[in-house]
């Protein structure tokens, strides 16, 4: 299955430099082929920048986040089929930073998910274990609800994307063991309902740059990653792009 490399940009850019980053990278696309599948996620208000940059080409472009209904009284928010229709074919759905600094829980990310589905954008499900509950040995319980409350029914392996981000690595130069990632990327296959679990791509993510890219993507049962970061520097996220197998 062909791996999928996405950029988190989180709350960072401006017009100009998602000009330049989103530029930057189709050039690189252009003139050797990626193994991957590349995603990028701007802020909302830069999709549209970074959509004329990438064209109907090889990078996908994703949202980071969407409402749970369709349309409506939600100051701020936007939907997925809005996402969907200035270009978008992925969103992001409850990140550990949307769950921690807007009390998003697994009904809301599975609503979330649920409205990404029926736009027919392909939600990126994000789960994962802070440091606190790993340190008490909660982690597959953990991953075990997120799962099973998060993740749609309707999802297959071919409409949706899961990303294994463990909270105590995300933007701390920490990174999980291989060991560990490989056993919780076995956990949420096994554990995963939906049609054609041996395909289901799903990502790692937590601090993953250009120097530790090759060993993560290489460990069983990865299949791709989240990126946040380093997704920010066109040669660090390209080192990453070229580290899939
Ligand atoms: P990071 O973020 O790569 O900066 O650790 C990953 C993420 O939160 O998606």
Redesign the pocket.
């Known amino acids: 299955m062909k791996y999928l490399i996405a950029g988190?940009w989180k709350m960072n850019g401006t017009a100009a430099s998602a000009k330049a980053l989103a530029s930057g990278l189709a050039h690189k696309t252009g003139v050797s082929a990626a193994h991957a599948d590349i995603v990028l996620c701007p802020p909302a208000p830069l999709l549209p920048i970074v959509a004329a940059e990438i064209g109907q080409g090889l990078i996908g472009l994703g949202g980071q986040d969407c409402h749970a209904n369709e349309k409506g009284a939600h100051t701020g928010d936007v939907s997925a089929g809005l996402l969907k229709d200035i270009g978008c074919s992925f969103v992001i759905v409850g990140?550990s930073e949307r769950r921690a600094d807007h009390g998003e829980t697994d009904a809301i990310v599975k609503a979330k998910a649920a409205a990404a589905l029926k736009a027919g954008l392909t939600p990126i499900i994000c789960v994962g274990e802070t440091e606190a509950e790993r340190e008490a040995g909660k982690t597959a319980t953990i991953i075990a609800r997120q799962i099973a409350g998060s993740v749609p029914e309707n999802a297959t392996a071919a409409n949706a994307v899961i990303a294994y981000?463990p909270v105590w690595?995300?933007?701390t130069g920490k990174t999980a063991t291989t060991d560990d990632i490989a056993a919780v990327h076995g956990q949420i296959r096994n554990l995963f309902n939906g049609e054609g679990k041996a395909n289901l791509r799903i990502l790692y993510?937590?601090?993953?740059k250009g120097s530790n890219a090759q060993a993560i993507l290489a460990t069983a049962g990865v299949n791709g990653a989240?990126?946040?970061?380093?997704s920010l520097d066109l040669e660090d996220f390209w080192r990453i792009i070229s580290a899939c197998p």
């Open positions: 988190n990140h981000e690595a995300i933007g993510g937590g601090s993953v989240l990126v946040g970061g380093a």
